[in-house]
């Protein structure tokens, strides 16, 4: 009979022969030892793709330790079987804090992020030693908001590689990654048929636009609402209605905010929204749909569905999904591991890079040759061939003249 760690084993291998880019970065790091003698500190979703990278960082040399960016979404199967590999923490919500505690300990040269939460953790605990750090990187939006803040008041004290704002990332993690998992998500929870349906899409960045287009390529009218007028305005041109999260309040079906902000979701929304409403949170946080405001305004809840919660708000029942955490990881498997290829080929990419070292403490860009090589791989495996400039079409992209 099967144990759970032999499912987990099971889960690893099959994303493995999904992910030959961070395959062949594997192979190549076993050969060259980029990380030797280095440990690694990783707080990122405890899933079968975070243990490929997992060894892909250990081919390379590197002793790691791993907790979980969020215990709601660990795959626990996955991680007893990683256990017998790596140092692991992946407990449930009660023991996240001790588990990021446990990877602070051991004193990461290189830290691996997903919501700045083990880079953070290291500044309150040792900032005295944090000039023996060659870098970190962040995979989510939401980390970089607060890494910038710190560089803006002058605390952040090691070098950050931007992870998630490179551009093979924006592509295939959030357009297309969470622009399938999100929906996979809902409608595992749900069963509802999105045909039809009104889906309101709060936040219109990289993953709300993907959000946007694979709903829309299932048949769903939607609307977006955005606070910033460029997206706003690149929402409407590309055929979607835009209004305020008021307005659309009293319209849609199904909500999903994306936007990495707290209460975009609010009491005054609730009180507009139809009866039998589908309330989901992509962000990374479980704070965009305020959870206290839903609780004040409704005078039951009641579990329907095993991840569906349904609050009754006067005479109408508003449906929350997953109880406002991630909907991708909560109620699915998260994106798939063909997506997760490319994220995680950047981040072990971006890790050599860092233990090069040269870099000063701050926010940086991905190097763009480490996006070319990643994408690259990438096209390798899919068997895709491309044109090269030829030396005079180079020649006239570096010079001024006709």
């Known amino acids: 009979m099967a144990t759970s760690r032999d ?26 030892r980029p990380l030797a003698g280095l440990t690694v500190g990783a707080c990122l979703h405890v899933t079968s793709e975070t243990a490929n990278l997992v060894r892909a960082l250990q081919a390379g040399g590197a002793e790691v ?6 215990p709601f979404a660990t795959q626990h199967d996955v991680a007893a079987a990683l256990s017998a590999e790596a140092e692991v923490h992946a407990g449930g919500p009660d ?4 588990g990021v505690a446990s990877v602070v300990a051991r004193e990461p040269r290189i830290t691996l992020d997903d919501g700045a939460d083990l880079l953070g953790a290291l500044h309150a605990a040792r900032p ?11 995979e989510t939006t939401t980390g970089l908001v607060r890494l910038r803040a710190m560089e803006a008041e002058g605390r952040l004290l090691v070098p950050v590689i931007a992870v998630n704002e490179a551009r093979a990332e924006r592509a295939f993690n959030d357009r297309f990654g969470a622009g399938q998992s999100v929906l996979d998500g809902i409608v595992r929870a749900t069963n509802v048929l999105l045909a039809g349906l009104t889906v309101v899409v709060l936040g219109y960045g990289a993953t709300g636009r993907g959000v946007a287009l694979r709903a829309h390529g299932l048949g769903a009218a939607v609307i977006v609402c955005e606070v910033d007028p460029l997206r706003a ?6 055929g979607f209605a835009v209004m305020r999260a008021i307005d659309a309040a009293e319209r849609g079906d199904v909500f999903i905010t994306l936007t990495g902000v707290r209460d975009v979701l609010r009491a005054e929304h609730f009180t507009r929204m139809k009866d039998g409403a589908v309330l989901a949170n992509a962000g ?6 305020s959870l206290a405001d839903l609780r004040a305004a409704a005078s039951d809840v009641r579990e329907v569905l095993p991840l569906v919660e349904r609050y009754q708000v006067g005479d109408r029942a508003l449906n929350l999904l997953a109880a406002g955490r991630v909907v991708n990881l909560a109620a699915a498997a998260g994106h798939p591991a063909a997506v997760m290829d490319m994220s995680f080929a950047l981040q072990a990419l971006a890790a ?14 991905v190097p763009e040759e480490i996006e070319r090589e990643a994408a690259s791989l990438k096209l390798a495996a899919l068997d895709v061939r491309i044109d090269e400039l030829t030396p005079e079409q180079r020649e006239y992209l570096s010079t001024w003249t006709p």
């Open 65 to 70: 330790a791993l907790c979980a960016s969020n």
């Open 95 to 98: 023991s996240w804090a001790a």
């Open 7 to 32: 499912t987990g084993l099971s889960r690893i291998e099959w994303a493995d022969g999904r992910m030959p880019v961070l395959r062949s970065i594997r192979e190549r790091f076993a050969r060259e």
């Open 128 to 138: 005295g030693r944090l000039g023996e750090m060659l870098g970190a990187t962040e």
């Open 352 to 365: 050599e890079a860092l233990a090069r070292g040269g870099w000063t403490p701050g926010v940086h860009a």
């Open 233 to 238: 305005l690149e929402a409407r041109m590309e």
């Open 284 to 289: 990374h946080f479980d704070v965009e749909i």
